[in-house]
């Protein structure tokens, strides 16, 4: 495998898995590891296919650094245009927001320890300025750090599921009763754990429009996701039943699916609880900082897009400054703002991940057969697959809705 090609698989792959895997058993609990496991593989391969079509719109035209915006006119026109950028714009001003606050809050606590205390706004300030002074120097740069922060996330990932997988139970494991409440809760959470598509367009061009081997990062990028996943689900769900006095629901009765934290201490008191406390707190920064890496890579990507700046100085220091700098002062002085923007995250991730690039594929595959041009790159399925895409994703944005709303069945 080619190196740029290993690179961009493990963007996608520290895209993927950021800090959220932690509280992705507690969001799945009550529809347990097998009804999880199940669902999860069907929500990998429809981010797999979703990441796809883009691909195939990237290969249709042949503008080299083509990024979302310029493919939302030539595909959905201004109409079109002007609602993927306030979607897409909205999501991920608010995501970067949130990791410069989770960045910051990192930042002290390591300071703090060896006795520095640091205001958080500095904090903040600085996380920003290392890792968007990565995303400034390019995509090889982010590849190589991403490669040395992925190694640290991988050895702390297996070290902290090898100390947890002695207390795991096959019976916790293969537990099915009472799961089909909790389904429609679980499957938006499910589908957001892979947000590799964002990357598409920017890992396209870092691979210089080869559409074999972004096929190959696409599927390798996602699938190790998806084992690193199944494996965590494995150590976390088959730890405690999902019922009774010491249990998932007992727990979730009192804490929310955020409280990870808490859950350790209520795992037990073992010899190795210390080591494991310190191999998640590892686990989650290096997590926080590749998510927060390839994120605003591909936001900064899209921002030079929209603005038709150059790759020269003056347009990588202004393209910088417009990826970098709301967000920023938006988490910093009215944090609010996007916090209420992320209650209804999941229907704009349907929207920009699933529903535009299906309609996106289905505006160009209707134009090359009415002109009759050249198709370089097509995947199976036809209009069948698209509409049921298309279906799916509808249905993840009835879900977010419901969620947010708090119309949904969790357990408790």
């Given at each position: 495998?080619?190196?740029?090609?290993?690179?961009?698989?493990?963007?996608?792959t520290?895209?993927?898995v950021g800090?959220?895997?932690?509280?992705?058993?507690?969001?799945?609990a009550g529809?347990?590891?097998?009804a999880?496991?199940?669902i999860?593989?069907?929500?990998w391969?429809v981010?797999?296919?979703?990441?796809?079509?883009?691909?195939?719109?990237l290969?249709a035209?042949p503008?080299?650094?083509?990024n979302?915006?310029s493919m939302?006119?030539?595909?959905?026109?201004?109409g079109?245009?002007?609602?993927?950028?306030?979607?897409?714009?909205?999501?991920?001003?608010?995501?970067?927001?949130?990791?410069?606050?989770?960045?910051?809050s990192?930042?002290?606590?390591?300071l703090?320890?060896?006795?520095i205390k640091?205001?958080?706004?500095?904090?903040?300030?600085?996380?920003?300025?290392?890792?968007?002074?990565i995303?400034?120097r390019?995509?090889?740069?982010?590849d190589?750090?991403?490669?040395?922060?992925?190694?640290?996330k991988?050895?702390?990932?297996?070290?902290?599921?090898?100390?947890?997988?002695?207390?795991?139970?096959?019976?916790n494991?293969?537990?099915?009763s009472?799961?089909?409440?909790?389904?429609w809760?679980a499957i938006?959470?499910l589908?957001?754990?892979?947000?590799?598509?964002?990357?598409?367009?920017?890992m396209?061009?870092?691979?210089?429009?080869?559409?074999?081997?972004?096929?190959?990062?696409?599927v390798?990028?996602?699938?190790?996701?998806?084992?690193?996943y199944?494996?965590?689900?494995?150590?976390?769900?088959?730890?405690?039943?999902r019922?009774?006095?010491?249990?998932?629901?007992?727990?979730?009765?009192?804490?929310?699916?955020?409280d990870i934290g808490?859950?350790?201490?209520?795992?037990?008191h073992?010899?190795?609880?210390?080591?494991?406390s310190?191999?998640?707190?590892?686990?989650t920064?290096v997590?926080?900082?590749?998510?927060?890496?390839?994120?605003?890579?591909?936001l900064?990507?899209?921002?030079?897009?929209?603005?038709?700046?150059s790759?020269?100085r003056?347009?990588r220091?202004?393209?910088?400054?417009?990826t970098?700098?709301?967000?920023?002062?938006?988490?910093?002085f009215l944090?609010?703002l996007?916090?209420?923007?992320?209650?209804?995250?999941?229907?704009?991730?349907?929207?920009l991940?699933?529903?535009?690039?299906?309609?996106?594929v289905?505006?160009?595959?209707?134009?090359q057969?009415?002109?009759g041009?050249?198709?370089?790159?097509?995947?199976?399925?036809?209009r069948?697959?698209?509409a049921?895409?298309?279906?799916?994703?509808?249905?993840?944005?009835?879900?977010?809705?419901?969620?947010?709303?708090?119309?949904?069945?969790v357990?408790?």
């Amino acid at each position: 495998m080619k190196s740029k090609t290993l690179g961009a698989s493990l963007i996608f792959t520290g895209n993927c898995v950021g800090a959220g895997i932690l509280a992705l058993p507690l969001s799945t609990a009550g529809l347990g590891f097998v009804a999880t496991s199940i669902i999860i593989t069907l929500c990998w391969l429809v981010s797999m296919l979703a990441s796809l079509l883009i691909v195939e719109v990237l290969a249709a035209y042949p503008k080299k650094e083509l990024n979302f915006d310029s493919m939302y006119l030539l595909t959905l026109g201004r109409g079109g245009q002007i609602i993927g950028m306030l979607a897409y714009v909205i999501l991920l001003y608010s995501v970067a927001a949130a990791y410069m606050s989770g960045g910051a809050s990192i930042l002290t606590a390591l300071l703090s320890q060896g006795g520095i205390k640091l205001p958080s706004w500095i904090a903040a300030v600085l996380f920003t300025l290392v890792l968007g002074g990565i995303v400034y120097r390019g995509h090889r740069a982010v590849d190589i750090s991403n490669r040395l922060l992925l190694s640290t996330k991988g050895v702390s990932f297996i070290i902290l599921a090898a100390l947890l997988m002695p207390d795991v139970r096959a019976s916790n494991l293969f537990d099915i009763s009472h799961s089909m409440p909790y389904l429609w809760f679980a499957i938006p959470i499910l589908f957001f754990s892979f947000g590799l598509q964002i990357m598409v367009p920017s890992m396209f061009s870092y691979l210089d429009r080869d559409t074999r081997e972004i096929r190959k990062a696409i599927v390798i990028g996602s699938l190790v996701p998806l084992v690193i996943y199944l494996l965590w689900l494995v150590v976390m769900l088959g730890i405690l039943p999902r019922f009774g006095s010491s249990s998932f629901s007992s727990f979730l009765a009192n804490h929310t699916p955020n409280d990870i934290g808490d859950l350790f201490v209520m795992l037990g008191h073992r010899s190795t609880q210390h080591l494991s406390s310190t191999m998640m707190g590892l686990f989650t920064n290096v997590a926080v900082m590749t998510t927060f890496l390839s994120l605003t890579l591909a936001l900064h990507d899209y921002m030079r897009d929209l603005c038709k700046l150059s790759k020269g100085r003056k347009g990588r220091n202004l393209s910088i400054l417009i990826t970098y700098l709301p967000p920023l002062l938006v988490s910093l002085f009215l944090p609010s703002l996007f916090q209420s923007a992320l209650e209804y995250a999941a229907g704009l991730q349907a929207l920009l991940l699933l529903i535009i690039p299906v309609a996106m594929v289905w505006s160009v595959r209707r134009r090359q057969d009415r002109e009759g041009t050249e198709v370089l790159f097509r995947i199976p399925g036809g209009r069948g697959l698209l509409a049921s895409l298309a279906c799916f994703g509808a249905m993840l944005v009835v879900l977010g809705f419901m969620a947010s709303l708090n119309m949904l069945p969790v357990l408790k």
